[in-house]
């Protein structure tokens, strides 16, 4: 398993988000997120098209390299954080690599986190290639491990750490989240709940308050 690869940028694709890096004299073809390709320079070349290594400047990428029977690929991460949250990602029944680089393309690590934590699968359903569906299956699958990632990290929307919630509310939550719902919309619902009721319950009593609305 190769895990960084440290060298000089040969070859960028913004297109492709993808770089080529040169270590040691060998060339790795690495697939990189959106967020990772901002963080790295842009190769300097010479007048006939050549590449000034002189100049360039020098990168560690940390990687994950991905075995099928017709391929081996790379894809890289600018932090050990975004390579942890990518392998918590493809361990997500249902996303692939390529799922995988496409949500942290959208979001960075404490976004995504944030994101769990607050069950809103649609702004992970805005990465392209996610679905709602498999967007809500990350929420209810990463809940608690990126929470333990992010014990003091994961804030709401005003800014605030997120409270956490009871057993039947983080189940009903992630089962209206499966329905479409809004995290604005569950939220207002769940104004009008018992916390101490069972999942079953809340679900019932929260889909009456929105389907009023």
């Known amino acids: 398993m190769i895990e960084t690869l440290y060298g000089k940028i040969f070859e960028v694709s913004a297109a492709a988000c ?32 050549t590449t000034i290594d002189a ?9 994950h390299m991905a075995v099928r029977e017709d391929a081996v690929e790379l894809f890289g991460f600018a932090t050990r954080e975004e ?13 692939g690599p390529k799922a995988g680089m496409s949500i942290l393309s ?16 649609k702004t992970i359903a805005r990465a392209p290639g996610v679905g709602p569906k498999t967007a809500a299956r990350v929420v209810m699958e990463l809940k608690d491990k990126l929470a333990k990632l ?16 009871s057993d039947g509310m983080a189940d009903a939550r992630d089962a209206l989240v499966a329905l ?25 009593a929260a889909l009456a308050v929105l389907m009023k609305n």
């Open 83 to 95: 390579l942890d949250a990518f392998r918590l990602l493809i361990a997500v029944s249902g996303i």
């Open 55 to 63: 100049e360039a400047p020098t990168v560690r990428i940390y990687t």
């Open 18 to 49: 993808a770089v080529i890096l040169e270590c040691g004299g060998v060339g790795y073809r690495v697939a990189v997120t959106a967020n990772t390709l901002s963080t790295l320079p842009s190769p300097r070349f010479a007048p006939d098209g």
């Open 180 to 204: 479409g719902y809004s995290r604005s919309e569950i939220a207002a619902a769940m104004k009008h709940v018992d916390p101490a009721s069972d999942a079953e319950t809340i679900i019932k």
């Open 106 to 121: 959208l979001l960075t690590p404490k976004k995504l986190a944030s994101a769990v934590a607050s069950g809103d699968a």
């Open 150 to 165: 992010y014990p003091a990290g994961v804030r709401d929307e005003g800014g605030k750490p997120a409270a956490p919630l």
